[in-house]
């Protein structure tokens, strides 16, 4: 037996994005269900850094409590142009209050808050361990079939949005095409017991062997992520070790080690966000370099605007293709420039034929006036 069921909107994917994105049209009163392959939220810490614009959305949802709860606030960032010299400070406490910080939180517990926040008000909201077998779209709305175990189910709704990652079947499906590419760096990261005198502050080192990151998260661990060598495609624990100590002479401890992987810097951005009922958001839509740390909290600025520009098609205030194709070039011009954010971050950690001279500019950029502008690129202010 097939079972029927109909909705506002059909969100594919209980990633941060995708169940953020159940929170706001929970909040404006649009009815949705999730849908998702996984059979239940998994275990990385991947993604960890939360931004200022993002706290206020959470805050906005009632939620900024529970991530101030679990997170960890980073006050300060330092950089270094090598192990012992520390070039300057960054300052969160310029940002706007009341979020003078980024956040940490592993991806794992943002996912937590923002399920348990959904299914406190809507137990049966997210149905997950299924796979979607087929969807199309008519004029006036969208069939979406999956099986969960032996059962076929058959969905309507008036919207579909594919917040289903970077490999997103609703994008593939629709001949929507990815463009964009891998850079020629590589990373690699890790969760280690934090042996630093460091505390809450981030740091940087920028020096001409590689750039190194290295962030707090709660329970005394701190990531780092190291660009990796040239000549290095995947780098095991002991060499990430190795890159680690050489570049800032901190010896980590690979046995505290809860999370290692290596990954690429690369870009995507879909042709079309929104293809009539169709519509893409979060790293099906866009995918920014991890290194500044900005894919997931884009994707969350996009869902919330995307929340308010479905409430408003649905109610029709307005012509539903003015108005989604309105969020669509907002959305897409943020989603650009957070791409090139990304790439500037990266820059700064190459090889440079004058190292002086970048330590130099880069002094200067952490100095009054120029730090409030670097402060804003660094916390996402003017993509929100
Ligand atoms: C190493 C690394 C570090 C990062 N750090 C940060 C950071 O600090 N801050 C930041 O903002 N961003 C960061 N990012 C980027 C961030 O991880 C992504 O932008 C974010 O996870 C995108 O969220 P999403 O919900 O769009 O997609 P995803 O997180 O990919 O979630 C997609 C969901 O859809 C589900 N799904 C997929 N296919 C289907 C299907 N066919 N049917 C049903 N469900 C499906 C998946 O199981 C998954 O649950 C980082 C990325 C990497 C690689």
Same mark, same amino acid.
């Given at each position: 037996?097939?079972?029927?069921?109909?909705?506002?909107?059909?969100?594919?994917?209980? !990633?941060?994005?995708?169940?953020?994105?159940?929170?706001?049209?929970?909040?404006?009163?649009? /009815?949705?269900?999730?849908? %998702?392959?996984?059979?239940?939220?998994?275990?990385?810490?991947? /993604?960890?850094?939360?931004?200022?614009?993002?706290?206020?959305?959470?805050?906005?949802?009632?939620?900024?409590?529970?991530?101030?709860?679990?997170?960890?606030?980073?006050?300060?960032?330092?950089?270094?142009?090598?192990?012992?010299?520390?070039?300057?400070?960054?300052?969160?406490?310029?940002?706007?209050?009341?979020?003078?910080?980024?956040?940490?939180?592993?991806?794992?517990?943002?996912?937590?808050?923002?399920?348990?926040?959904?299914?406190?008000?809507?137990?049966?909201?997210?149905?997950?361990?299924?796979?979607?077998?087929?969807?199309?779209?008519?004029?006036?709305?969208?069939?979406?079939?999956?099986?969960?175990?032996?059962?076929?189910?058959?969905?309507?709704?008036?919207?579909?949005?594919?917040?289903? !990652?970077?490999?997103?079947?609703?994008?593939?499906?629709?001949?929507?095409?990815?463009? !964009?590419?891998?850079?020629?760096?590589?990373?690699?990261?890790?969760?280690?017991?934090?042996?630093?005198?460091?505390?809450?502050?981030?740091?940087?080192?920028?020096?001409? /062997? !590689?750039?190194?990151?290295?962030?707090?998260?709660?329970?005394?661990?701190?990531?780092?992520?190291? %660009?990796?060598?040239?000549?290095?495609?995947?780098?095991?624990?002991?060499?990430?070790?190795?890159?680690?100590?050489?570049?800032?002479?901190?010896?980590?401890?690979?046995?505290?080690?809860?999370?290692?992987?290596?990954?690429?810097?690369?870009?995507?951005?879909?042709?079309?966000?929104?293809?009539?009922?169709?519509?893409?958001?979060?790293?099906?839509?866009?995918?920014?370099?991890?290194?500044?740390?900005?894919?997931?909290?884009?994707?969350?600025?996009?869902?919330?605007?995307?929340?308010?520009?479905?409430?408003?098609?649905?109610?029709?205030?307005?012509?539903?293709?003015?108005?989604?194709?309105?969020?669509?070039?907002?959305?897409?011009?943020?989603?650009?420039?957070?791409?090139?954010?990304?790439?500037?971050?990266?820059?700064?950690?190459?090889?440079?034929?004058?190292?002086?001279?970048? /330590?130099?500019?880069?002094?200067?950029?952490?100095?009054?006036?120029?730090?409030?502008?670097?402060?804003?690129?660094?916390?996402?202010?003017?993509?929100?």
């Amino acid at each position: 037996m097939t079972i029927r069921e109909h909705y506002d909107v059909i969100i594919v994917g209980a !990633g941060p994005v995708g169940l953020f994105l159940g929170l706001r049209l929970m909040q404006l009163g649009v /009815s949705f269900i999730i849908l %998702e392959k996984r059979a239940a939220l998994h275990s990385h810490s991947r /993604s960890i850094g939360i931004h200022p614009p993002s706290l206020e959305l959470f805050d906005e949802i009632g939620l900024s409590e529970q991530f101030l709860n679990k997170g960890t606030c980073i006050r300060k960032g330092k950089a270094f142009r090598d192990a012992s010299h520390c070039i300057g400070t960054l300052d969160f406490d310029l940002c706007p209050k009341p979020f003078t910080y980024v956040l940490t939180l592993p991806q794992y517990h943002t996912e937590q808050i923002l399920q348990e926040a959904l299914l406190e008000k809507a137990p049966d909201c997210i149905r997950r361990g299924l796979e979607i077998t087929s969807f199309r779209q008519s004029e006036h709305q969208v069939e979406i079939k999956y099986l969960q175990g032996p059962k076929k189910y058959n969905l309507t709704s008036s919207y579909l949005i594919g917040c289903d !990652g970077k490999n997103s079947i609703i994008r593939e499906r629709s001949d929507i095409p990815f463009e !964009g590419g891998k850079y020629p760096y590589r990373y690699a990261m890790g969760d280690f017991e934090d042996n630093t005198k460091f505390e809450s502050n981030a740091v940087v080192y920028i020096g001409n /062997s !590689g750039l190194v990151e290295s962030f707090p998260l709660s329970g005394n661990i701190r990531r780092w992520v190291a %660009e990796l060598p040239k000549d290095v495609h995947d780098c095991s624990l002991p060499q990430f070790c190795e890159i680690i100590l050489r570049r800032t002479n901190f010896e980590l401890n690979k046995s505290t080690v809860t999370m290692f992987s290596n990954f690429d810097g690369e870009h995507y951005l879909a042709g079309k966000f929104n293809l009539g009922r169709i519509l893409l958001i979060g790293d099906s839509a866009h995918v920014v370099s991890p290194i500044g740390g900005q894919g997931m909290n884009l994707g969350w600025m996009g869902a919330w605007h995307l929340g308010e520009a479905l409430q408003n098609t649905l109610k029709q205030k307005y012509s539903s293709g003015r108005f989604l194709s309105n969020w669509e070039k907002r959305h897409r011009k943020k989603a650009t420039k957070a791409i090139k954010r990304a790439e500037f971050n990266m820059a700064l950690g190459q090889k440079s034929k004058w190292p002086e001279l970048r /330590s130099y500019i880069v002094k200067y950029l952490l100095k009054f006036p120029l730090n409030n502008l670097i402060v804003r690129r660094f916390t996402m202010r003017g993509l929100n």
